[in-house]
């Protein structure tokens, strides 16, 4: 059974960082996509970043410039550093990996509450 384990949330004043991880354990043959989500109180979850198993990345234009998502195959975790952070990007974070076991499936983190005061 494969789980995702979410961390590094918190509160932070606007213009700090926050680096999240997000560590997949169980068993796996390979990790493909993985993403970060977001979804602020009476809001819509909301596509952030994603990095594809050859390192390529794309982000949502919310956030581009300031946050970089990166992953460490070795230890099946991605991250997402988040820089010059504004009160707006207050939110739930969630991770989502497509990971390959017997089959091919979407798996979640669990969530990790960012806070950014103004």
């Known amino acids: 059974q494969v789980q995702l384990v979410e961390s590094g949330g918190g509160l932070v004043q606007a213009g700090g960082s926050l680096r999240l991880s997000c560590a997949a354990s169980g068993t796996m043959l390979t990790i493909n996509t993985l993403e970060w989500y977001r979804q602020a109180p009476g809001k819509q979850r909301e596509w952030v970043a994603i990095i594809d198993s050859g390192g390529n990345t794309n982000y949502a234009d919310s956030v581009k410039g300031r946050f970089t998502i990166s992953r460490d195959n070795a230890k099946n975790t991605v991250y997402l550093q988040m820089n010059s952070l504004k009160p707006e990007d207050t939110a739930v974070y969630y991770c989502?990996?497509?990971?390959?076991?017997?089959?091919?499936?979407?798996?979640w983190g669990q969530g990790t509450q960012v806070t950014v005061s103004s």
């Open positions: 989502r990996m497509i990971i390959r076991t017997t089959y091919t499936n979407s798996y």
